[in-house]
């Protein structure tokens, strides 16, 4: 009962605060995260409301990434637009293509006159959303990297030591199969397979996924990743797939349920997985550690790249508001936001400040492999093939790899013909992308 | 009964358990994780009798929603909303198709048919087809995160006025007749004869459009975005795939249970009227 | 068909059409429209960048092997949810006709899953089948089965189908029903006293009668396959795995959205709107005609 009557005062509060504030200029953001991520989404327009007083964000949950696109393109095209909307990352090209709606950050900082440095933010975080001068289009919001997870009990029973885990993919074969055979269900299980086995495979080995710059130098462009590594990597998943030491598991973040369970020894998922991980699994349980990489293709590892989603700015709004978006981005890049962000959430920090901020409070020494994401994206200076990718119809792509590689893993088709046929049809989407946007 | 064969009586018993139970069993189970806490739902198998967390598990999703987490509401308000949406719907509907249906059936006048066409084409065409350009008008009509922009729009189908033309056709010409030899204006007829006539018609398409309003997941997900206006279906629906989360099933199916018990029980009681709507209709 | 015996004003009948006429056109016609004139157009997803390309859109869905593949699936899919549904409630609702004792126990919870919601029936069979605490797919595992939607696209369907028929069996039941107790009782006793027993009464008797409640059963069902299946795909597939799911519904909203391809997706809906209308015409033909008889 008391709680009732508090949240009742709350409300009440709330509601003479909002008459109090009339001069307030409102400021919608609409985003896609449910649950425990859309509370800490919360947490930020709170501060950020209580840090002024001239603007008041309003954070809208409009359900999933789709969704919350859908809402805002009706809502754009009506004249109702949201002034942020969350985006994810393969919608960047479509998001860039679409001139006359959307407001690049770079500019929205640059006319607010809003202080913005540009070298404050992790390289390959900064990169994928930038042009190739390095002007940024849209602020990233939540991004993540895969990462190696791996059960320690079921790496015990196979009588390994709990706390070593592979380093290279032959090692991981050779470790999940000892697993199988002290009778575990699944060996490895990937997650988000095109962008952790395809797309992050590529970088993490310098190999373009695409020509130009992985296509930020035009839109004319070719798709690249059906490399004579890859083709190997995939056949080489295809083969383990007999004897369950590589279980697919399904699409997006599907797989998850199988390494939750405690049904795998080993998972390649976003960093952003790691909290609901150890709630499964008990975080004594899990270690994190950096992705495996194929010693045949490159000595050492380059580095990954970033899955997630940003925030577009959207037109159509007065000058005055757009400085209150800006503040807001600011608000959100600053050190302490973007710390408490990543330790809550487990994705990565936007700015180095951050990451350094959060290590110097001990936070990784409480939860070891929480760093692991912010190493693997700035283990070297990323390369072109491993800055991000600027995919035209980037969606579907997905799709057709998604597809293509579930006939690899189902015996229909090898690898090679597998591959060959994604790049195939993918390219047919990046023509009909090029012709629309001319 | 004809004739007693107790064989047959046997078997239909028999069949019609076996389809109760492959119709009970997602609702019983749905109930059942509504009854305990979340970590057993994780854990597989799931149990399959009711736990200790019923009242709990209630309690929170109706005062403070899906774990107090933002983007949901406590249910009381979203299970307001939906209410009056649904109930909005079935009588509006029921409100403009039934004055339709009487003029098209009771006039004649220039442009009946081309009327009755335009009505008749919408039958049964869904908004998800056409939602950007509906949710255009909506918006130049200042009616987004409203009621009248969660229901108005979706009044626009003829169903209804197609079941009202079926069934006026089937009254008795001698009625009108003989109202108009006593000198009723065809508003008093309306009132006085085929309107009481109509109950169980009226009835059946309650029914029909206050769970079809109810039901509705991705119109009002569109068009609000003050949580005040949110419905209960789109509620549930958006907390089962979130990103980068594992669900609550235990709260989740608390408020699926929720969300199915007014329409269960506008059906359930309605059902004998419902019915008998539907066979007048028929006639 | 029309009425005889008609009122004779001017201005009342249009008074009377005109909230729904209002309404259709505000909300239907106008909208419509858009939509036909979009699917010439070819712009980005925000409205930008607008090209008018006459057919292209068109040419390009007939030129498009997944186009052929989601309206094979939905054809197939839709002649399954109608057939099946529709045989498994008529065949509940003779046998709830025939009973005495719990009939209305019986009928109280057959009723149940129309009040459902498509959105929230997705959510229920999701927790059901889930690979990893489902309690079927556990059930299905004990006895020898693998069964996983997420992975695999036959199961999917078959996941999908089932949900659906499992949400529309009442609705049918409830016609079949109403049009089963509507059958003049005389009728079954005279020739049950010519001997003719229960299966031949049905088939003889029952059956014709209920076949324009099937017919029109058969129409709702093809569009709730066709449309209302919309909610339980989003919550349970999204299409997926594969284009296993992908049916013309959610293609349309697939690919306008995720894929923000409007004019293509316009494309479709227009197609879309031409195969209702052409269902619901047929519908109504055959209405007439037998109102006629």
């Not at chain 1, 993490?204 to 130009?212: E, G, I, R």
Request: aromatic share 14%; with cysteine.
């Amino acid at each position: 009962m008391t709680r009732i009557l508090l949240s009742s005062v709350a409300a009440a509060a709330v509601l003479v605060s909002a008459q109090g504030a009339v001069a307030q200029t409102e400021i919608q953001f609409w985003h896609a995260m449910g649950g425990n991520l859309g509370e800490a989404v919360s947490a930020q327009a709170e501060g950020f409301n209580k840090s002024q007083s001239e603007y008041k964000v309003t954070p809208v949950y409009k359900g999933s990434y789709t969704e919350t696109l859908t809402a805002a393109i009706a809502a754009f095209r009506a004249k109702q637009a949201p002034h942020i909307v969350q985006v994810f990352e393969v919608g960047t090209a479509n998001m860039m293509a679409a001139k006359g709606a959307v407001y690049p950050v770079y500019q929205l900082m640059a006319d607010a006159k809003e202080p913005f440095d540009p070298k404050a933010y992790i390289g390959p975080v900064y990169g994928y959303y930038s042009t190739t001068d390095g002007k940024l289009l849209s602020m990233p919001f939540n991004s993540s990297t895969p990462v190696l997870y791996w059960n320690k009990e079921l790496l015990s029973k196979a009588g390994l030591d709990p706390n070593k885990p592979p380093t290279t993919w032959p090692e991981l074969g050779e470790m999940a199969k000892k697993a199988i055979a002290a009778g575990a269900k699944c060996g490895f299980t990937p997650q988000w397979q095109t962008w952790t086995m395809i797309e992050n495979y590529g970088a993490w080995h310098n190999l373009p996924y695409a020509t130009k710059d992985n296509g930020f130098g035009g839109t004319d462009i070719e798709l690249k990743f059906n490399d004579a590594p890859r083709v190997k990597f995939i056949q080489m998943l295809a083969d383990w797939g007999k004897d369950k030491t590589f279980v697919y598991g399904g699409r997006e973040g599907k797989s998850t349920t199988l390494f939750n369970a405690g049904d795998c020894a080993f998972h390649v998922a976003s960093s952003g997985s790691a909290a609901g991980i150890e709630k499964a699994l008990g975080a004594d349980k899990v270690g994190i550690a950096m992705m495996p990489y194929s010693p045949d293709v490159i000595a050492k590892p380059q580095n990954s790249i970033i899955g997630g989603a940003t925030l577009w700015v959207l037109q159509g709004k007065p000058a005055a508001e757009y400085k209150g978006v800006a503040k807001f981005m600011s608000y959100l890049s600053s050190t302490p936001v973007q710390a408490k962000w990543h330790q809550e959430t487990g994705y990565v920090p936007i700015t180095t400040a951050a990451a350094e901020a959060t290590e110097k409070e001990g936070f990784y020494k409480k939860f070891p492999g929480r760093d692991v994401a912010v190493k693997e994206l700035t283990l070297n200076p990323p390369t072109a093939n491993s800055k991000g990718l600027r995919i035209g119809n980037f969606v579907q792509i997905r799709d057709v790899v998604d597809e293509e590689l579930e006939s690899v893993w189902s015996g229909k088709k090898d690898a090679k013909a597998a591959l060959d046929e994604a790049v195939k049809r993918g390219n047919e989407l990046l023509k009909r992308f090029e012709a629309q946007n001319k | 009964m004809v004739e007693n064969r107790p064989w047959v009586t046997f078997l239909s018993h028999f069949v019609l358990i076996i389809g109760l139970i492959v119709i009970a069993f997602p609702v019983w189970m749905t109930f059942v994780a509504s009854t305990h806490d979340q970590e057993t739902m994780l854990r597989s198998p799931v149990p399959i009798w009711p736990g200790p967390y019923l009242l709990e598990n209630y309690w929170t999703v109706l005062t403070e929603g899906y774990r107090n987490r933002p983007g949901t509401v406590p249910l009381y308000i979203t299970l307001t909303n939906s209410m009056i949406m649904a109930l909005g719907v079935a009588i509006g509907k029921i409100f403009i198709s039934i004055i339709a249906a009487f003029a098209i059936v009771y006039f004649r006048f220039p442009f009946r048919m081309a009327f009755f066409w335009a009505i008749f084409v919408t039958l049964m065409l869904p908004v998800e087809v056409r939602i950007v350009p509906t949710y255009g008008v909506v918006a130049g009509l200042g009616m987004l995160d409203s009621y009248s922009g969660l229901i108005v729009p979706l009044i626009a189908s003829a169903t209804a006025t197609f079941l009202f033309r079926q069934f006026f056709l089937s009254v008795p010409d001698e009625l009108t007749e003989a109202a108009r030899v006593d000198g009723a204006s065809p508003m008093r007829f309306f009132w006085d004869i085929l309107l009481p006539m109509s109950r169980t018609s009226i009835a059946a398409l309650f029914v029909i459009q206050f769970i079809y309003g109810w039901n509705q997941y991705l119109w009002p997900l569109l068009i609000t975005t003050k949580e005040s206006f949110y419905t209960v279906v789109m509620a549930v629906s958006r907390q089962a795939n979130v990103v980068d989360s594992v669900p609550s099933w235990n709260l989740l199916m608390a408020m699926a249970m929720l969300a199915m018990l007014p329409p269960v029980l506008v059906v359930v009681f309605m059902q004998r009227q419902f019915v008998r709507g539907l066979v007048e209709v028929e006639k | 068909m029309e009425k005889r015996v008609t009122f004779n004003e001017r201005l009342l009948p249009y008074l009377l059409v005109a909230p729904q006429i209002v309404i259709t056109l505000v909300f239907f016609f106008w909208p419509s429209g858009q939509a036909i004139w979009q699917s010439m157009l070819t712009e980005d997803a925000f409205g930008g960048n607008t090209k008018f390309v006459w057919f292209d859109n068109f040419a390009h869905l007939f030129g498009d092997p997944n186009y052929y593949a989601s309206a094979r699936l939905t054809l197939v899919f839709s002649a399954l949810v109608a057939s099946i549904g529709l045989a498994v409630s008529l065949l509940l609702a003779v046998m709830a006709d025939r009973v005495i004792r719990g009939a209305s126990v019986y009928k109280m919870i057959l009723v149940w899953p129309y009040a459902v919601a498509p959105a929230v029936v997705g959510v229920l069979f999701g927790f059901l089948f889930n690979p990893s605490v489902g309690v079927i797919a556990w059930m299905l595992a004990a006895i020898g089965i693998e069964f996983n939607y997420v992975i695999n696209g036959n199961q999917a369907l078959i996941l999908v189908l089932f949900a659906a028929v499992w949400n529309q069996i009442s609705y049918n039941f409830l016609f079949f029903l109403a049009g089963l107790q509507s059958i003049p009782k005389s009728l079954i006793e005279a020739a049950a006293i010519d001997g003719a027993g229960p299966g031949k009464r049905f088939w003889d008797i029952a059956f014709p009668l209920l076949s324009p409640t099937g017919f029109f059963l058969l129409v709702i069902n093809i569009i709730y396959a066709f449309f209302g299946t919309f909610g339980i795909i989003g919550s349970l597939t999204q299409g997926g795995p594969g284009q296993a799911t992908n049916i013309l519904i959610w293609k349309v909203y697939n690919d306008g959205f995720r894929g923000q391809d409007l004019g293509g997706s316009s494309a479709q809906s227009v197609i879309l709107m031409i195969v209702v209308i052409g269902l619901t015409f047929v519908q109504f033909r055959f209405i007439e005609r037998r109102v006629h008889y």
